[in-house]
């Protein structure tokens, strides 16, 4: 039994420019389609299993008086049928029989344990339940999906049906983050975007009546070429006018303009009436136009506009404050409309790192008698001989880390690192150096401020490592490295700020990989998944499987590379961990400490799975080289290669 939660979508900017950038497909002079797309919070949660039916039953309190169980053959003509029968199940057997004819997949089992999406009000409640159906199938059967392809299989389902849903409803299959969609006849990109300051949005169920396949069916008239003016307009609506539109909100979100952002989605909402409501009389729309012209609502928010597909179906606006938001929920739902809260967060840039060196270095005896590991001096191809711990923290600092946290094993030990970062050199040491070596001790010293300790005083394993250092983390992400590992970036970017960057795309648990022989897995963890870019460097992880079997490996843990080859990927030794990761930590240790198993090893590697299972994981494919420092053999390799 696996557990899914798949939210609803909320198009801020750009409804319709999805199946109009389309058309470009037989008319090239229509620009693609660009639309700012994001998951909300309420959704479809469900519990799915195998079975030799299609089979779909809800708990769910919130759908009683509209759901009656369903269950169908497995048969590409019934399930087609069903499809087209316009009834409740119609786009979930859409999707079952896509996957059927194209993937010769068996039944599932689909159980809606609780639904907080509110149904036929412009949010894609339809296009949410055709990505779980999709999701359900891609994980039960192992298809090896990524994203983009749940989404185009639940849009693909969905025209099976009557309805003539565009591209970006199906947009909730990346979950809750803002994303720029864009539409060039039958590519489709996806890209998240930046937010530098929190967004607090309301949108409501206008509780009124729309029909969206009318509006569609109008619409779709004045393609793919216009032949009046009127339906010129509609081309530049859809097209031009709405590109520029959509460039001037990335840039406001970018920003952190909340005030410019309200001002555009009430221009865009004037843009819509004057251009695209005229072109069907199912786009009148007097309680939309009541709710956002409320003399009541204006002094709360920046602006508004309707959602979707328009007509009376939903409103959306941009509330000033929390207070606000919260101030117009209450309001909205006194009217008779059902109200929700969306805070769109800033993906947070990561400006902290922990480094556990709280080892002995066994492996390193007897050389770790007198000096810790981390200590141990590299040459360097500036020539410089640094030592481990040095060249991290500069590789952190040239990243854009402005904190970092060494896991020692207790306070003793911090001696030799204030000894060296924090005490200036004697001046007769100083003297000698030649001025270039003495400006670099000022950067020394600098690093040092940057510098925190905590102490692991009881080894209970890497996973408690790390954990030490939760308070330091609080509520933001950050990267850890690991104390006896170097990385050499193969480009002018380190490979630390590699990780930050992908992970300002994606906000979400991450882990650096890189490939080993097949000969090799037995001596690694190793990650499968699938491809979520056309450059084959980010891995949406679907499996982690410690030290597995050659054998294993090769039949169920290989990513297939662009040349269609099987690889097989280890984590790098970076990764960024966000709070749910210390949340588990501590969940683990609790649990051993309250069953008296004080012994057992806390590892990181059971907690991230737990989180991956959760809200998934990322793994990225760094430009780059790793050097162990934690054996003789690969000591050596570093101090020969590291400086070439």
């Not at 400006?351 to 007198?370: E, H, M, Q, S």
């Not at 939760?470 to 690991?482: K, M, N, S, T």
């Not at 299972?613 to 020969?640: F, H, T, W």
Request: proline letters at 4%.
């Amino acid at each position: 039994m696996q557990k899914l939660f798949v939210p609803g979508r909320l198009c801020l900017f750009g409804e319709h420019t999805d199946w109009a950038g389309h058309y470009r497909t037989m008319n090239a002079a229509i620009p693609p389609g660009a639309a700012i797309v994001t998951g909300i919070e309420q959704g479809i949660y469900a519990e799915v299993e195998k079975s030799s039916i299609f089979e779909m039953y809800s708990e769910a309190p919130e759908i009683e008086d509209l759901w009656s169980d369903f269950s169908c053959r497995m048969n590409e003509a019934e399930l087609k049928n069903v499809a087209r029968s316009g009834s409740f199940f119609s786009y979930c057997a859409g999707v079952a029989s896509y996957m059927l004819e194209w993937y010769k997949v068996g039944g599932v089992r689909i159980r809606i344990t609780s639904m907080t999406l509110p149904m036929k009000s412009g949010l894609s409640s339809s296009a949410a339940i055709c990505v779980l159906v999709a999701r359900a199938f891609n994980q039960l059967y192992k298809l090896n999906l990524n994203t983009l392809g749940e989404m185009n299989i639940a849009y693909l389902g969905e025209l099976r049906t009557s309805s003539r849903c565009g591209r970006l409803d199906q947009a909730c299959a990346f979950g809750v983050k803002p994303n720029l969609m864009t539409f060039d006849g039958d590519e489709i990109e996806v890209q998240t975007l930046n937010v530098k300051k929190q967004l607090y949005w309301v949108f409501a169920d206008l509780c009124a009546e729309k029909d969206t396949i009318k509006i569609l069916s109008d619409l779709n008239k004045a393609y793919p070429f216009a032949s009046n003016e009127a339906e010129q307009n509609l081309h530049k609506a859809l097209g031009e006018w709405n590109q520029d539109m959509v460039n001037r909100a990335i840039q406001y979100m970018a920003e952190g303009n909340r005030d410019a952002l309200g001002r555009l989605m009430t221009e865009a909402e004037e843009m819509f009436d004057k251009y695209v409501a005229p072109m069907s009389p199912a786009l009148w729309a007097p309680k939309l136009h009541q709710v956002l012209n409320d003399p009541q609502i204006k002094p709360l928010v920046f602006g508004g506009k309707g959602v979707g597909s328009h007509g009376d179906g939903s409103v959306q606006f941009l509330a000033r404050n929390p207070e606000a938001q919260q101030q117009l929920i209450d309001y909205l739902n006194a009217q008779g409309m059902k109200a929700y809260p969306l805070t769109i967060h800033p993906v947070h840039t990561v400006r902290k790192a922990i480094i556990p060196v709280a080892g002995f270095g066994t492996r390193l005896y007897p050389a770790t008698r007198a000096l810790k590991k981390d200590f141990f001096p590299i040459p360097c191809a500036d020539g410089m001989v640094r030592p481990v711990i040095l060249i991290l923290l500069e590789e952190l600092v040239n990243s854009g880390v402005e904190e970092i946290c060494l896991v020692l094993g207790s306070e003793e030990e911090r001696i030799q690192y204030t000894e060296f970062f924090e005490r200036p050199l004697k001046d007769e040491h100083l003297h000698k150096l030649n001025a270039e070596a003495q400006e670099y001790e000022n950067r020394i010293l600098n690093i040092g401020k940057r510098l925190r300790y905590v102490y692991q005083h009881e080894k209970r394993g890497f996973g408690h490592a790390v954990y030490q250092a939760a308070e330091f983390a609080g509520d933001d992400p950050v990267l850890l490295l690991l104390g006896d590992t170097l990385y050499r970036s193969d480009n002018n970017k380190p490979c630390a700020l590699q990780m930050i960057q992908e992970y300002e795309h994606y906000n979400q648990l991450m882990v650096s990989i890189h490939t080993v022989p097949l000969a090799e897995v037995s001596h690694y963890g190793i990650l499968s998944g699938v491809w979520e870019d056309k450059e084959h460097t980010v891995l949406n992880v679907s499996v982690m499987n410690e030290k597995p079997k050659a054998s294993y490996a090769e039949e169920f843990l290989g990513v297939r590379n662009a040349e269609g080859k099987k690889e097989y990927y280890s984590v790098f030794g970076q990764y960024i961990l966000t709070p749910e990761v210390f949340e588990q930590l501590a969940a683990d240790i609790k649990q051993a400490d309250e069953t008296g198993d004080t012994t057992r090893e806390i590892e990181l590697t059971s907690a991230l799975e737990a989180v991956r299972k959760k809200s998934g994981m990322i793994g990225v494919q760094l430009k780059g080289r790793m050097y162990d420092m934690g054996n003789p053999n690969a000591l050596r390799r570093c101090v020969e290669e590291y400086a070439i």
